[in-house]
């Protein structure tokens, strides 16, 4: 049973446009990761988000956990086509050691 | 530097036949962690080996499935009379050290079909 929701499902963009991906939960997290898995491969780290309210920025990409740790969201500025590919959220409940619960995904695609 | 590597990449069994998979973590990693991952979703956790430890086999969905990891380092995932829903991608990731917020580092996955 997946814990995370992450909408939208599907996001179909032009270059240059500005999104926003959202993980919901009812369950807290002691910490919550986002990650992108292109085709064929693993899920690969984006960033890792800890504290309640915390907003971390990664060029583009803009990371935001909840006050409440329950939610996070992404937000990408101007995006490109190699932004394209599959993005996780995952979180790690408190005392699970470092098992992670994945969000439903959400597939982007970015095109010229 | 060597990353996570699973073997096969890619396996098809027929039902009833037993599959076993297999996982390189990177070297000196403690954690190693197995997910299933069906299409279109996203990863669900399996099993947790803390060096030779199994310490997590919750999300194991049936007896079926069986992990170990004898000498704390390469692991195998075994499916015994595989079943059609077992088809997905199986993947494996290491971390340094167990606890919240390590990063987890994912191999390419193993794609099984079953037919």
């Known amino acids: 049973t997946q814990l995370l929701e992450q909408s939208p499902q599907f996001l179909s963009i032009q270059e240059g446009e500005n999104l926003t991906v959202y993980c919901n939960s009812s369950s807290v997290f002691s910490s919550l990761q986002w990650y992108r898995q292109e085709p064929g491969e693993g899920p690969v780290l984006l960033v890792t988000v800890v504290t309640g309210g915390e907003v971390k920025k990664l060029k583009r990409l803009t990371f935001q956990f909840g006050d409440a740790r329950k939610d996070s969201s992404l937000h990408i500025t101007a995006a490109q086509p190699g932004d394209t590919g599959l993005y996780l959220c995952?979180?790690?409940?408190?005392?699970?050691?470092?098992?992670?619960?994945f969000g439903t995904g959400t597939r982007l695609q970015v095109t010229l | 530097g060597a990353g996570v590597s699973q073997s096969p990449r890619y396996k098809v069994a027929k039902r009833g036949q037993d599959v076993a998979l297999r996982c390189d973590p990177i070297?000196?990693?403690?954690?190693l962690f197995w997910y299933q991952q069906a299409l279109g979703q996203g990863p669900e956790f399996l099993t947790y080996f803390q060096n030779e430890a199994q310490l997590d086999k919750s999300g194991l969905p049936s007896d079926r499935f069986f992990a170990e990891r004898p000498e704390g380092s390469v692991s195998t995932l075994k499916i015994q009379r595989t079943q059609q829903e077992d088809s997905a991608v199986y993947l494996c990731?290491?971390?340094?050290?167990?606890?919240?917020?390590?990063?987890?580092?994912f191999g390419p996955g193993t794609r099984l079909l079953v037919l």
């Open positions: 070297s000196g990693h403690v954690s």
């Open positions: 990731a290491s971390s340094l050290f167990p606890g919240v917020g390590e990063t987890q580092y």
């Open positions: 995952a979180g790690a409940e408190t005392g699970t050691a470092s098992k992670l619960t």
